[in-house]
């Protein structure tokens, strides 16, 4: 059987245009451009072989299979040769149950998919292995192709700059200076891309991106490139394998420039179409209340969508104001009975920190979707025998000087309310004693 995708409008414009071209936009009404399947083709393959298939491959090391995305390949990019893939294993993420947390928040069937146990660290990964792979095609074939770029809020840079220096293909990435983590920055220079540090915000790097790119030597590996969303969404697909093809109730996902949870839904009605699911979830997008343009269209019923300045925040990843995928993330959240929650720095930072507390180590995104569930819950909107899947975007570990200031109460404007600080003591074995038991009795009396 051969399955074929190709680009077309999003607003049902008339043309295809092949994956392999460099066309960002629809030449027709200037929207994007999304990836669709021959979905007929893919039917003739029963949803219990689907299923198998794909459990065969999960985890396995035969190339590229084993990869959470590429074990899927039928479904994100058919026609690509294997030999052009640039895979690094992404995907096949934990899907953590929270059982402590959950008792605290009072939903008991709650899970964390780690999209940060990933090779550069969020879930970045599984769009980008796609995006470098096509390109690694496209200069197989003879186009001419300089450089890849982007604009980036620090993850979709490190990804990037990891596959193209894996693929040997030269990359460039503009940042917001000061705006992005120390871990953030030092990734694409690691893998030795060309980075740029401007003196604006994602938003100024993301116009400045897309005027470069316009002579097409240098190709656009931003989200309004619509083959990344095809990577991302299996996450969708992994969810429900890893529930055994069961559909949670809830899922819960920070929203920036809104590609991802684009690729969410995407992922989940490709599963209803080829019949391996019967529902679908409900989706809520959480954002930071600095970065809220969703938010506030939400509460206009979706009337309006107007961008907003974003402001700083601890969520920095999500620090967006004009967000590209605005209205796929709308028609998405429409289909999927979704709701938009936002959270303060405060409420970021302190849930961020309590979630820690039973095991995990969150980034501030996943304390944006962490405090979200909290109100959700309160609210009575997701239920107590839900079963709910929280995304959680990036690891912990790129965030780790903002995280220690939030112990060491150095984080302006913010009150630690579940800091944790170091004891320090001379080296003697009887003030460290005391020490202990001290602690001891005060976790007894607050357990009691
Ligand atoms: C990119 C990113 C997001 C936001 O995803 P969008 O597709 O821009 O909505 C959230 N969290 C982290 C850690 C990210 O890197
Ligand atoms: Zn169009």
Redesign the pocket.
């Known amino acids: 059987m051969s399955y074929n995708a190709w680009f077309q409008c999003i607003n049902g414009c008339p043309g295809q245009f092949s994956l392999l071209e460099i066309i960002y936009r629809c030449p027709t009404c200037g929207d994007l451009l999304e990836v669709q399947h021959d979905v007929d083709a893919l039917r003739t393959r029963a949803p219990a072989a689907w299923m198998q298939l794909f459990d065969e491959r999960t985890r396995k090391s035969t190339y590229p299979y084993g990869s959470g995305v590429w074990a899927k390949k039928e479904w994100v990019l058919p026609f690509i040769d294997n030999e052009n893939i640039v895979s690094t294993f992404e995907g096949n993420s934990n899907l953590f149950w929270a059982e402590r947390y959950g008792r605290q928040l009072h939903v008991e069937d709650l899970w964390v998919k780690q999209c940060?146990n990933s090779h550069t660290g969020?879930?970045?990964d599984l769009g980008m292995t796609v995006l470098v792979s096509v390109v690694k095609q496209m200069i197989a074939d003879g186009q001419p192709i300089d450089a890849v770029a982007c604009a980036s809020?620090?993850?979709?840079s490190a990804a990037l700059a990891s596959y193209c220096a894996a693929a040997g293909i030269a990359s460039i990435v503009l940042l917001p200076r000061n705006k992005v983590s120390p871990a953030q920055l030092v990734q694409p220079l690691a893998n030795g891309a060309l980075v740029l540090s401007l003196d604006t915000d994602f938003d100024g790097c993301m116009a400045v991106v897309q005027e470069i790119t316009k002579q097409k030597r240098i190709y656009l590996a931003n989200?309004m490139n619509s083959l990344r969303i095809e990577g991302?969404k299996t996450v969708a697909i992994e969810i429900v394998q890893q529930f055994d093809w069961e559909v949670p109730d809830w899922v819960v996902i920070?929203?920036?420039?809104?590609?991802?949870?684009?690729?969410l839904g995407k992922g989940f009605l490709l599963l209803q179409d080829l019949g391996l699911i019967q529902k679908l979830p409900r989706i809520c997008v959480a954002q930071a209340e600095h970065a809220n343009p969703l938010y506030r269209s939400y509460l206009s019923g979706f009337e309006r969508f107007e961008p907003v300045t974003a402001r700083q925040t601890l969520?920095s990843?999500?620090q967006?104001g004009n967000?590209v995928?605005a209205k796929r993330a709308i028609r998405t959240l429409q289909r999927f009975n979704g709701v938009v929650e936002q959270a303060s720095e405060q409420e970021l930072a302190d849930e961020s920190a309590r979630a820690d507390r039973t095991g995990m180590f969150n980034?501030p995104?996943t304390g944006v979707a962490l405090a979200a569930l909290r109100k959700l819950v309160e609210h009575k909107i997701v239920k107590a025998s839900d079963r709910v899947v929280v995304i959680s975007?990036?690891h912990g570990l790129k965030f780790a000087d903002q995280k220690t200031a939030y112990h060491l109460g150095t984080l302006a404007g913010i009150k630690p309310n579940h800091r944790n600080l170091p004891v320090e003591l001379p080296a003697d074995a009887k003030q460290v004693a005391d020490t202990i038991a001290r602690h001891v009795e005060r976790a007894r009396l607050l357990e009691a």
């Open positions: 940060g969020s879930f970045k809020t620090g993850d979709t989200s991302q920070p929203g920036g420039n809104l590609g991802n949870v684009t690729a969520a990843a999500i967006i967000p995928s980034c995104h975007t990036a």
